[in-house]
């Protein structure tokens, strides 16, 4: 199994979007996806999917339910695991909170291909110790001065305070492929010469009306 954390710093710039269409598209091409709503006090992974569920991984957290009894199947086979919303608590959690959530994967018996976990956007214990606990991030990135600024921020605190160098930069809601790779550059420079990373470029992700569109949908836009 292959585990890949979404971040991106700053909120709003499409995590949560690349995080579900990636797991969709994953499920699609006939891999076994797991897909974890890490932000635990303000999730959005279901809305994106349009699922509707009464328990989610507060009951976990909380040993109230089983992470197997929580989890989700989608019609495409997808397998979710739902966030919870608007429960400040479960925002900034105990590292002893964190390892007993990690730990409970353990339970879930089906074989799995992908774990991809969508964690919440800032620099909390949550984040970090959700992050540094797959095999590889992805940070997604957009062409403004905040989104930039952020991105590089959580890669200094991953490398610096953790450790953890498996980073890759996808840029997103780009105009042009020669945009994505620009905005790559720049912030990869930033990087090489104040961190000594040199990450790689995963993706290009094209501006496209069709995102908007399947989100007022509660769809996924592939």
Do not use: W
């Not at 507060?58 to 966030?83: A, C």
């Not at 353990?106 to 214990?125: R, T």
């Not at 000594?196 to 836009?221: C, H, T, W």
Request: hydrophobic fraction near 45%.
């Amino acid at each position: 199994m292959k585990t890949i954390g979404i971040a991106s710093g700053k909120g709003g710039v499409g995590k949560t979007t690349v995080s579900v269409n990636l797991a969709v598209a994953l499920t699609k091409a006939n891999y076994r996806v797991m897909l974890i709503d890490g932000d635990f006090g303000l999730a959005n992974v279901q809305l994106a999917l349009g699922l509707q569920t009464q328990i989610n991984v507060g009951h976990v957290l909380r040993d109230e339910k089983s992470l197997q009894e929580i989890i989700v199947k989608t019609p495409e086979g997808l397998f979710v695991v739902p966030g919870a919303s608007g429960i400040s608590s479960l925002a900034n959690l105990t590292k002893d909170h964190i390892n007993r959530f990690i730990s409970a994967f353990s339970e879930f018996k089906d074989p799995l291909d992908f774990l991809i976990v969508d964690v919440a956007a800032g620099l909390s214990d949550n984040v970090l110790a959700l992050l540094t606990a797959c095999q590889e991030t992805i940070i997604v990135v957009r062409d403004e001065p905040g989104s930039i600024a952020d991105a590089y921020g959580i890669i200094k605190v991953l490398k610096d305070e953790r450790d953890y160098q498996a980073i890759s930069i996808l840029a997103n809601h780009v105009t042009s492929e020669a945009g994505g790779e620009s905005l790559h550059i720049r912030l990869n420079n930033a990087c090489m010469k104040f961190l000594s990373l040199n990450l790689p470029l995963v993706g290009v992700v094209l501006e496209d009306k069709s995102i908007s569109e399947a989100g007022k949908k509660y769809q996924s836009v592939v």
